[in-house]
């Protein structure tokens, strides 16, 4: 089965504090997993991709096998950090499979 | 355009039409994916088309429910005999090949369906 949990709906944090947004997943082979992130008023857009290791708007990810997740953190939120934000793994199909969501919200 | 186009941005209808949904992918995207967000929930996968096949039609939730895609280009979901269920945001989605990880999904704004 491939699965991706996110276990959080709402996370609330101050500004300038640490935020971890996290993700699980179940799959049976080398997983391929995503953030993507929708902005109020805007569309769902790519935040970023495990397999390019990279830092968006200071945000990482790292996936953990051992763990099975896929956590996003940022060191020191910012306002404009305020976003809902999904998990998504590139799926058995070819498809790709969404988490819930969760809806940062990062406080004045 | 610039990015993926859906069309209509809101339909309401009543219980039993039918309904069809459009997308226009960025050109030359040869996958297109269409998902379905009911209201506080997650993204749910219906259906992707490579060029204009459809390898997985898994996620379609009944027969009332199909899909197709011309040209490599525009695709439509229609949806018979609407139930009060089928109420959502219906995105629509391209990249520019089918299930490669470093390709990044282009998301449209979404048809927001309501049924009464």
């Known amino acids: 089965a491939q699965r991706v949990t996110q276990p959080e709906k709402l996370l609330s944090v101050f500004k300038g504090a640490p935020v971890e947004l996290k993700c699980n997943y179940s799959y049976s082979g080398s997983p391929e997993l995503f953030w993507y992130v929708q902005y109020s008023r805007q569309r769902l857009q790519l935040l970023l991709r495990?397999?390019s290791r990279e830092s968006i708007k200071g945000f990482t990810a790292d996936l953990n096998k051992g763990e099975t997740s896929f956590h996003l953190k940022k060191p020191f939120a910012q306002e404009e950090d305020s976003a809902m934000y999904y998990c998504a793994l590139l799926g058995y199909g070819q498809n790709f499979v969404f988490g819930p969501g969760t809806r940062l919200s990062v406080l004045p | 355009g610039a990015g993926v186009s859906q069309s209509p941005s809101n339909k309401v209808t009543e219980k039993g039409k039918d309904v069809e949904l459009r997308c226009d992918p960025i050109s030359g995207h040869t996958a297109l994916y269409w998902y379905r967000q009911r209201l506080g929930q997650g993204l749910e996968f219906l259906i992707y088309f490579q060029g204009n096949s459809a390898p997985d039609k898994s996620g379609l939730p009944s027969d009332r429910f199909s899909a197709e895609r011309t040209g490599e280009s525009v695709s439509t979901l229609t949806i018979q005999r609407t139930q009060q269920e089928d109420s959502a945001v219906y995105l629509c989605a391209s990249s520019l090949f089918v299930g490669v990880s470093n390709e990044k999904l282009f998301f449209g704004s979404g048809t927001q369906l309501s049924v009464l």
């Open positions: 495990h397999i």
